[in-house]
């Protein structure tokens, strides 16, 4: 009996812990790529254990065959890697808002390692994604998403094959809105580059012998992060709104 409890339970942890471990390898904040691999797999070990408790009497039984134990891990791999993946994806709005910004204030050729991307990227995303990244911990939104791992279960119940066409659909819309909502935070330096490059082609028309370059560059950098400075407030509580939102719809709410 001692032997078949223990094997019981081992399995519905090991159940658990590939849904839950594969959403934490690629959520922000606990999948980042300088976050160590032993502190991610802690994290995971804990909520898996703790999530276990809750969720027991959801679990199938041990499957009677290795095949349907991998297509059942293999489920639980997917709905992970969707819960974790559509974050990652709507993170990336402030990655595309970073590079218009960079294009729009001139700043383009000053490329940053990004932590987040792992990818040389402009100054401006580098500094949008890691503000990002500290928003979602002092709000306390990841605790939100650790809520969402238990409410998963209820919204995708072990054991059915979730619809492909409907997670298609899902990363589709959010890959969507992360592109939007990039360009609306960017929107005033698209409006302010607009006007800008209009106003000294004008100036280079009335007086081609001004080095119109070199004198405007200067003025372009100090408007770009004076407009930075008044409008980065708003961007970033308009980012954490859509990420409280897309974590909302992992409780079932």
Do not use: C
């Not at 592109?179 to 106003?199: C, N, S």
Request: hydrophobic share 55%.
């Amino acid at each position: 009996m001692l032997d078949e409890y223990l094997s019981v339970n081992v399995f519905a942890f090991l159940l658990v812990f590939t849904r839950l471990g594969t959403a934490f390898m690629v959520v922000p904040g606990f999948g980042e790529a300088f976050v160590t691999p032993r502190v991610r797999l802690s994290i995971a070990l804990g909520v898996s254990f703790l999530v276990m408790q809750f969720v027991a009497d959801q679990l199938p039984p041990e499957p009677a065959t290795p095949i349907e134990l991998l297509l059942l891990l293999t489920s639980e791999m997917l709905i992970g890697l969707v819960m974790g993946g559509i974050l990652r994806i709507l993170l990336s709005s402030l990655h595309v808002a970073g590079t218009i910004i960079a294009q729009q204030s001139g700043l383009a050729a000053a490329q940053f390692f990004d932590p987040s991307q792992m990818t040389q990227g402009a100054i401006t995303s580098t500094f949008l994604t890691l503000m990002g990244l500290s928003m979602i911990f002092v709000t306390d939104l990841h605790h939100l998403f650790i809520q969402g791992t238990f409410a998963s279960y209820s919204l995708f119940p072990v054991g059915q094959v979730p619809d492909f066409g409907d997670i298609s659909m899902l990363v589709t819309d959010f890959i969507q809105l992360s592109f939007r909502l990039g360009f609306q935070i960017a929107a005033p330096f698209l409006v302010f580059g607009l006007t800008f490059y209009i106003g000294i082609g004008l100036i280079n028309r009335l007086m081609p012998q001004v080095q119109i370059f070199f004198v405007a560059m200067p003025l372009q950098i100090a408007l770009s992060f004076a407009i930075l400075s008044i409008t980065i407030g708003a961007g970033m509580m308009w980012f954490i709104s859509y990420y409280e939102e897309a974590l909302v719809r992992f409780l079932g709410k």
